[in-house]
């Protein structure tokens, strides 16, 4: 049972270039999350998706397209990336049915040069 | 929307002290409140929770107090110990929230406990 997995861990784009952060978990959860982690910000949600054929934008949402490819698997998209996307974005996902609890991934550090 | 604050930024306390790290919010409607921790490297960890209808809970050595009317929560750790040393967010959801979890987070605090 590997939880939630994130690839890849690091990445390095120059402006304008896009890319796609891969997100998998294997719990059978139905709800998962991207977030941002920026130093003395915390976490900021970007997108979400509530069950599975839904998403929904988040806190900071500009910039970022998501796509819930079934039960498992949830994607971030940045199609034309800006150095104000250099972060550590985590993914993280939730059983629902009343538990709140969220399980992260290890993480991806994206630099956007 | 939610608001939430958390202080302080950097805490460093002597291993066997006790630490106490304080998040305030503004959505009075907001009844769940998680703490995360956060070692380097990973991926933030629920460590304990709380629901707005109860007002304190502990699990061993950590425990969370809650002040509906104040709108503030603490995460409290006794006889602090060298791997507690992480990164704690505090959080805050709403009951609007309990179909889509979705979660407001704090700034965060970086617990450095010295041996």
């Known amino acids: 049972n590997a939880g939630v997995t994130q690839t890849p861990k690091f990445q390095v784009l120059k402006t304008g270039q896009s890319m796609t952060l891969q997100c998998a978990q294997d719990m059978n959860h139905n709800s998962m999350y991207w977030y941002r982690q920026d130093p003395g910000m915390g976490l900021r949600l970007i997108y979400y998706?509530?069950?599975?054929?839904?998403?929904d934008k988040g806190e900071v949402p500009n910039g970022y397209n998501v796509s819930r490819l079934n039960k498992r698997e949830f994607s971030l998209r940045l199609e034309s990336a800006a150095p104000s996307q250099t972060s550590v974005y985590f993914c993280?996902?939730?059983?629902?049915?009343?538990?709140?609890?969220?399980?992260f991934g290890p993480g991806t550090r994206l630099t956007v040069t | 929307g939610e608001n939430v604050e958390q202080h302080p930024s950097t805490l460093s306390v002597q291993e066997g002290d006790s630490a106490v790290i304080k998040c305030t919010y503004s959505d009075s409607a907001s009844n769940y409140f998680p703490w995360y921790k956060q070692e380097l490297g990973k991926g933030p960890q629920l460590i304990i929770d709380i629901r707005s209808n109860v007002g304190e809970k502990k699990d061993q050595r950590i425990a969370v107090t809650l002040n509906k009317t104040a709108k503030h929560f603490s995460l409290h750790i006794t006889e602090t110990q060298p791997e507690d040393s992480a990164v704690y967010f505090c959080?805050?959801?709403?009951?609007?929230?309990?179909?889509?979890?979705?979660?407001?987070f704090g700034q965060g605090t970086t617990l450095q406990v010295k041996p």
């Open positions: 993280a996902s939730r059983t629902g049915q009343g538990n709140h609890e969220q399980y």
């Open positions: 959080a805050a959801s709403t009951s609007g929230s309990s179909n889509t979890g979705k979660l407001i």
């Open positions: 998706s509530a069950s599975e054929g839904t998403t």
